[in-house]
């Protein structure tokens, strides 16, 4: 286009042609990066002394400087000089002490005032009926303690006892076989059968009174007060049996005890085999029909229950006894100058010569016909 120059270099000959000059070429800046790098820095030096801590809250110390750090960048060498702390004034400087074991340490308790307690209402006793035993059981012959339940109220209640007869006791108190400790315990000694009952525990302050009545349950080891023969019904004395052959004999065993005893009979170590002719009754009486000469034995009754048990024997005898007629004369009618006596017959045991039943004698055809005899036929002396 005319009118415009072209900026376009031209050959440098051409500016020789002309008689022109090059002028000096200036030199041109490279490498502005410096060659090393300085910086002051906090050290640290070394670790926390002591190490571990020894104790609660303990202090902990190290040593830190400000460095001054030289490092060539060409050959990668760092130089360090130490330099007054203010060179390093500007960045953070680390920790020098702390305390270590710092939630090991107690903690002291926070002190405060105990709540004023509120002042308790005034109300009658109260027995809590949850807690009272519903029944007390006590051992014949053993001691039994009976514990008090606590009845709430306020003023604190007085506690008495009344025993099954009529007797009152209060704390610390006591009366026989019976006392009541401090805390309200009743204690009976050498429990008895007639300790059972009720006993009524009352507990009374200004404002009012409650009572609770518990049961008492006596336990005992059988006992047999009793033991008696029965020869044909008819009672016999001692614990010796005697019977004829085919008579019906009756051993019978009374006894008491609590819990109710069980009652068996044993003959010769072995238990009685009821059946036949050996039979027992409601009452545990044990009945033996139409005898025989080997039923003779001890026969054993024997009580028992959880307590305990009670023994005892009777013998049973049964032989073929010897009966005969004996006269007996009786008194004669005159002391002198002659009277008469009656001659009777009576039946006898020939061994032991003791009197019994005429039919045991046979029969009554046998026996000896009753006659009148003279008597003190000498001749009576005035006298």
């Known amino acids: 286009m005319r009118g415009k120059t072209s900026e376009r270099p031209a050959p440098e000959s051409?500016?020789?042609?002309?008689?022109?000059?090059?002028?000096?070429?200036p030199p041109e800046p490279c490498n502005r990066v410096p060659c090393t790098r300085i910086e002051?820095?906090?050290?640290?030096?070394?670790?926390?002394?002591?190490?571990?801590?020894?104790?609660?809250?303990?202090?902990?110390?190290?040593?830190?400087?400000?460095?001054?750090?030289t490092e060539n960048l060409l050959t990668g060498v760092v130089s360090r000089t130490n330099v007054n702390d203010t060179a390093c004034t500007g960045y953070p400087k680390p920790l020098a002490k702390q305390i270590c074991n710092e939630n090991l340490c107690p903690v002291p308790p926070k002190f405060r005032l105990p709540p004023t307690p509120p002042m308790p209402l005034r109300r009658s006793p109260l027995y809590n009926r949850y807690d009272l035993r519903q029944n007390i059981v006590g051992i014949q012959?053993?001691?039994?303690?009976?514990d008090a339940v606590l009845a709430q109220g306020y003023p604190d209640p007085n506690v008495t006892w009344t025993l099954q007869n009529g007797v009152t006791l209060e704390a610390d108190e006591s009366l026989g076989r019976f006392r009541v400790f401090e805390n309200g315990t009743l204690r009976i000694d050498n429990v008895r059968y007639g300790d059972r009952g009720q006993v009524e525990t009352l507990a009374i302050n200004s404002e009012g009174e409650d009572?609770?009545?518990s049961p008492i349950t006596i336990y005992g080891a059988p006992d047999i007060h009793s033991l008696k023969g029965y020869r044909n019904y008819k009672p016999t004395d001692g614990s010796y049996l005697i019977a004829r052959p085919g008579d019906t004999v009756a051993m019978q065993c009374q006894f008491f005890g609590s819990p109710t005893p069980k009652g068996r009979w044993i003959r010769n170590g072995v238990p009685v085999e009821l059946g036949g002719r050996f039979k027992t009754d409601s009452a545990g009486c044990l009945i033996v029909t139409n005898v025989r000469i080997d039923d003779s034995d001890v026969y054993e009754c024997v009580a028992e229950n959880m307590i305990g048990v009670d023994r005892k024997s009777i013998k049973l005898e049964v032989e073929m006894l010897e009966r005969k007629?004996?006269?007996?004369?009786?008194s004669c009618s005159e002391d002198c100058g002659g009277g008469t006596r009656l001659v009777t017959a009576e039946c006898r045991n020939s061994v032991t010569n003791v009197k019994v039943n005429d039919s045991e004698c046979g029969e009554i055809s046998?026996?000896?016909?009753?006659?009148?005899l003279s008597c003190n036929t000498m001749p009576c002396v005035d006298g």
Do not use: H, N
């Open 40 to 69: 002051s820095i906090w050290e640290i030096v070394g670790d926390w002394e002591p190490s571990p801590c020894r104790s609660c809250r303990d202090l902990q110390t190290r040593a830190i400087q400000c460095v001054r750090r």
């Open 14 to 25: 051409r500016c020789a042609v002309a008689g022109l000059k090059k002028p000096p070429t």
């Open 325 to 330: 007629w004996v006269r007996k004369y009786l």
């Open 141 to 146: 012959g053993k001691t039994l303690y009976i």
């Open 211 to 213: 009572r609770v009545i």
């Open 366 to 372: 046998t026996r000896p016909m009753s006659k009148r």
